[in-house]
T-cell receptor, first 114, second 116 residues
């Protein structure tokens, strides 16, 4: 079955540095991959979608890469701020498709310290 | 745009009672709505997919008679947890997609259910 792995340990970085989060997946080749942000006790918020034919995508201070050979996506936040502290979830569509159902990773918690 | 609301945000109920959670798309018509549950520090687990006017499609292992889903309109889906038990205590989250952006899911704020 499909599996998504995100670093379960929290990532602690200093304000102003670049945060890099990793998402690895196994057992299939998704047409796209998404990243979401989730704050405690809240629903996730969509951040970025990157398609299999795109190597990199940017949105303001966010950058996502997608390496279909390594089956890995990297999520970067440049010039990080304490307000960026949250859990970041990686999500992929299920192979069966249909209604664009997603499988989510467990997320990586990012803490940006002043 | 693309705001999804859930009601209630928190609910505490006694074991054996039923609880209904509403999910509304406030400023768009949702082609599909999804229901998830999430345990602390765990990933979101998809429970079912809901389309307006048709029966929900449940994921393997999810009891459809226990988790009743009604998608009455393009802006409203409800999840009813019937005969709730303490193990049903969880964070329930809905999401919706639009025809204009079918790959993005817009999530509600979630409902914290505690069954005593």
């Amino acid at each position: 079955s499909q599996k998504i792995e995100q670093n379960s340990e929290a990532l602690n970085i200093q304000e102003g540095k670049t945060a890099t989060l990793t998402c690895n997946y196994t057992n299939y080749s998704p047409a796209y991959l998404q990243w979401y942000r989730q704050d405690p006790g809240r629903g996730p918020v969509f951040l970025l979608l990157i398609r299999e034919n795109e190597k990199e995508k940017r949105k303001e201070r966010l950058k996502v890469t997608f390496d279909t050979t390594l089956k890995q996506s990297l999520f970067h936040i440049t010039a990080s701020q304490p307000a960026d502290s949250a859990t970041y979830l990686c999500a992929l569509p299920t192979p069966s498709g249909g209604y664009n159902k997603l499988i989510f990773g467990a997320g990586t918690r990012l803490a940006v310290h002043p | 745009g693309a705001v999804v609301s859930q009601h209630p945000s928190r609910v505490i109920c006694k074991s054996g009672t039923s609880v209904k959670i509403e999910c509304r798309s406030l400023d768009f018509q949702a082609t599909t709505m999804f229901w998830y549950r999430q345990f602390p520090k765990k990933s979101l687990m998809l429970m079912a997919t809901s389309n307006e006017g048709s029966k929900a499609t449940y994921e393997q292992g999810v009891e459809k008679d226990k988790f009743l889903i009604n998608h009455a309109s393009l802006t409203l889906s409800t999840l009813t947890v019937t005969s709730a038990h303490p193990e049903d205590s969880s964070f329930y989250i809905c999401s919706a997609t639009t025809s204009g952006a079918p790959y993005e899911q817009y999530f509600g704020p979630g409902t914290r259910l505690t069954v005593t």
